[in-house]
């Protein structure tokens, strides 16, 4: 009898689950890119609030792994920064890095991060990342999700020994600052 | 019957409606163009909404890469379902049941659940540290856990041994609880909540990191509740028993006190808590329907802790602690030929001092090394009760080599090994291999083996007192286990599970006519499947079902405490924008043998939660109906719940569960 109730009842929350299956599919979908779209812009806004030591022309800003995300990102290509046009590039390795200025490197890439973070060490790329724990690995700005919210975190130390200048205002709405 | 099915589904019916027609509502008010994005200053981008999901590859990491079978309960799924402990929450754990003697809880897992068990074959840890105590071995899972359920940030259920880490008491399973941080706070949060039979529970908390770089957390807790009122047990329904009705003998008063100071690397958590229950079945033969038999367990503990990192490729961490357990029991016996009355009373202090020190280490980008040791200075173990003043001492020591090697891209196997000493029975070595294989992003495939043991602890070594024996030559349990998990990912929404384990369980522990033996050779195996789904609009659910056999190999007959059939289903249905929130959540335990020969029946307890955040900033409220259909069941009672009576023996067969109880609870932010 007990069985007989719990089935029936499972019988029904199944069904249930079908019928908003539909309608939360087409949100899902949408959702996702625009979670990378609101990332895109975060990584806009560093480019606004992180100064670089090079007078280099155009910003580069490069993703390695992050094939899903990388069309979210391209549509800030072409804004321009503090009188310089952002450019937004895919690269498949890390070698490639020459001529980023921004690197978002891929949740994907987690595996590699260590010889990843060792190519740009010490060099003016600002990487970025929305992997966990991304900061503490010794990446510059970790990208994270809260209570259905974005934050960020940043390693101040890494920044500066890259010759990046964080601006007080970004590192005051930063979640956490590794100095 | 039939009329509970229908009142359920028109409730969930109607629910669906508003959830189906809020979201497409909010979907066109909110949609931007991502240009409009791109105007928007930092601060507000922070204030956005994004729904997460899982697909394969935002599961973190560690869950799909462990060498386990690994489930996660957020703070946020606490909140949305109404869960008051962390048994609560177990409930709702495929492959887990939770079973309660209105005295403390007992985790059952995968079919353990031995009588006399005090939650010794599962360690839980507060953001690393051991909770277990050092004369039960016992694992808080009541409200004598000592943290309040609004500070814990998630919970991280390991399932099977993790020995080769952790040591004794890892044995079926670690509950990682890992608390929240004063930078996620910032402020002060209070909590008030009522609830049936006169409940109460209030709560403070500030947390907050400063510009100097220090971060802080204190909280607090009072909870108090004066339980059921009149609790009827059939078996002593005799008029000598006061008709088998328990008056006033239910209650529960608890507190918990907790700072956390960080300062770069270092971390200093202290914790205080204690709580009252008093026990309403008579164990051991006390006097019946006399509310004087109660227990005090108290836990304290002062750690500092430290973290260090070398580089980006290694990290040292190392603690130091000193913890303290306190138990005090009173059972009041009646008049006999013998005497007068009297109240026996029992005690027990357990004082240990702890220190662990861990390196990891990233060799050749392939290679996660990790190895450690610990030890601990048990320098008091002391029981005493009428006829009992047992003073013990003793230490042990573990140390541990693990890595994580990643063989190909989508192929690593993880490989440790643990070596345990004990001044009281020697040496154990426990080895854990697993093999995790992702042949695709969306699908893992894992293989996992290894050992663990449990040492026996000074309660079950040395406690003798009125109709229970010591035995100071028990030997560790040893268990062999083996598992194959399969997880399918659908797109970003649908994830699934299938897992077979088998564990084969030698020199059990149990308690046996009032003395603990190594008597059980157990052989247990099962199946594991789950269906678990989260969409952007804020809808989650799961589905579940696990069977299991497992099997006493001397006598085949199935283990008591262990139901064949175990089955959950929850869902959390938003409505009014993700305001709020309506969560059904139903767990269907099969039926289990008693001690006593009996059987307790097979029950389905329905749980259902409105929560509701962001109405009014900073103000969260949700109401809660436990076990809404009022399901009158019992779970199977230990051998102590027993009654003479002219000569006559009464053993509880089951003790009665909680019917239907409500909750309310505000929580306000500011």
């Known amino acids: 009898m007990v069985l007989r109730y719990f089935l029936k009842l499972s019988g029904w929350l199944i069904t249930l689950l079908g019928l908003t299956l539909a309608p939360a599919k087409a949100v899902g979908q949408g959702s996702d890119l625009r979670e990378y779209q609101i990332k895109a812009a975060f990584i806009y806004n560093f480019a606004v609030y992180v100064e670089w030591p090079t007078e280099q022309k155009p910003r580069t800003v490069c993703t390695l792994g992050a094939d899903t995300f990388a069309p979210a990102l391209e549509t800030i290509s072409g804004k321009v920064v503090k009188n310089q046009t952002l450019m937004v590039r895919r690269i498949a390795e890390i070698e490639d890095a020459g001529a980023c200025d921004i690197l978002f490197i891929g949740r994907s890439e987690r595996i590699n991060l260590p010889s990843i973070l060792d190519t740009v060490r010490n060099r003016p790329v600002l990487t970025i990342s929305d992997m966990e724990r991304f900061t503490h690995a010794g990446g510059m700005i970790g990208l994270l999700s809260r209570d259905n919210k974005v934050l960020f975190e940043i390693n101040l130390k890494r920044a500066q020994q890259s010759q990046l200048k964080v601006s007080c205002q970004l590192l005051k709405l930063a979640r956490d600052v590794i100095e | ?670």
């Open chain 2, 1 to 670: 019957m039939n009329s509970r099915t229908i009142t359920v589904s028109a409730a969930l019916i109607a629910a669906i409606l508003l959830t189906s027609a809020a979201p497409s509502r909010a979907k066109e008010q909110r949609s931007k163009p991502s240009d409009d994005l791109m105007d928007l200053g930092i601060e507000q981008l922070l204030q956005l909404d994004v729904p997460s999901v899982y697909g394969a590859s935002k599961y973190e990491q560690r869950v799909t890469d462990a060498p386990a079978s690994v489930s996660i309960v957020t703070a946020e799924e606490i909140k949305k379902y109404g869960y008051r402990t962390i048994g609560d929450i177990m409930r709702g754990i495929p492959g887990f049941y939770v079973s309660s003697d209105r005295n403390y809880s007992y985790l059952g897992i995968r079919g353990f659940n031995r009588p006399g068990d005090y939650n010794t074959r599962v360690l839980i840890l507060l953001d690393g540290h051991r909770l277990n105590d050092n004369v039960y071995d016992q694992a808080p899972i009541g409200n004598e856990f000592p943290l309040n359920i609004d500070l814990i940030d998630q919970i991280e259920i390991i399932r099977g041994p993790s020995s080769s880490l952790y040591g004794s008491s890892a044995f079926l399973g670690v509950i990682n609880v890992v608390t929240r941080q004063g930078k996620d706070m910032k402020g002060v949060e209070v909590t008030a909540s009522g609830g049936s039979r006169e409940s109460y529970q209030g709560q403070i908390s500030y947390g907050n990191k400063f510009t100097t770089g220090l971060e802080t957390l204190v909280s607090g807790t009072v909870f108090s509740s004066s339980g059921q009122r009149q609790l009827f047990f059939p078996e002593y329904a005799i008029p000598e028993l006061n008709n088998g009705v328990a008056d006033n003998a239910d209650r529960e008063r608890a507190y918990t006190l907790y700072a956390k100071l960080s300062l770069q690397e270092l971390t200093l958590t202290t914790l205080f808590s204690s709580r009252n229950k008093t026990i309403p079945t008579g164990s051991f033969g006390t006097q019946f329907n006399d509310t004087g038999a109660n227990t005090t367990d108290s836990r304290s503990y002062l750690t500092l802790a430290y973290r260090h990192k070398i580089e980006d490729h290694s990290e040292l961490s190392a603690h130091l602690s000193y913890d303290n357990y306190h138990y005090y029991g009173e059972y009041p016996y009646g008049a006999t030929s013998a005497g007068p009355p009297f109240v026996s009373k029992d005690a027990a202090l357990g004082e240990w001092l702890e220190g662990e020190l861990q390196y990891n280490r990233r060799f050749f980008q392939r290679h996660l090394w990790t190895v450690g040791g610990e030890f601990r200075n048990n320098f008091t173990q002391n029981q005493a009760a009428t006829t009992l003043d047992d003073r013990r001492t003793s230490r042990e020591y573990g140390i541990y080599l693990q890595d994580e090697w990643q063989i190909m891209k989508n192929l690593i196997l993880n490989a440790g090994v643990r070596y345990d000493r004990y001044s009281t029975f020697g040496g154990s070595s426990n080895p854990r291999l697993g093999l995790i294989y992702r042949p695709v992003e969306t699908t893992i495939l894992k293989l996992l083996y290894g050992t663990a043991f449990r040492a026996p602890n000074v309660y079950e070594l040395y406690y003798h007192d009125i109709g229970l024996y010591a035995n100071p030559f028990l030997q560790p349990e040893k268990m062999t286990t083996y598992e194959a998990v399969y997880e399918q990912y659908f797109g970003q929404n649908l994830r699934t599970s299938l897992s077979g384990f088998y564990y084969q369980a030698s020199k059990l522990i149990s308690l046996v006519g009032g003395t603990y033996i190594n008597n059980a050779n157990v052989d247990a195996k099962g199946l594991e499947t789950e269906l678990s789904g989260k969409w952007a609009n804020g809808l989650q659910g799961r589905l579940s079902y696990t069977y299991l056999d497992a099997r006493d190999m001397d006598t085949n007959t199935l283990l008591t405490n262990a139901p064949r059939h175990l089955a959950t289903f929850n869902l959390s249905l938003p409505f009014l924008e993700k305001r709020v929130f309506f969560s059904p959540e139903v767990v269907y335990t099969g039926p289990r043998s008693t001690v006593t020969g009996a059987t307790a029946g097979g029950f389905i307890t329905t749980n259902l939660t409105l929560f509701s955040h962001n109405l009014l900033p900073g103000l969260e409220l949700s109401a809660t109906a436990y076990n809404l259909f009022d399901k009158r069941y019992g779970d199977p009672a230990a051998e102590e719940h027993y009654q003479q009576v002219n000569g006559e023996i009464h053993t509880l067969n089951t003790i009665p569960q909680d019917g239907r109880n409500f909750r309310i609870k505000l929580g306000y932010r500011f």
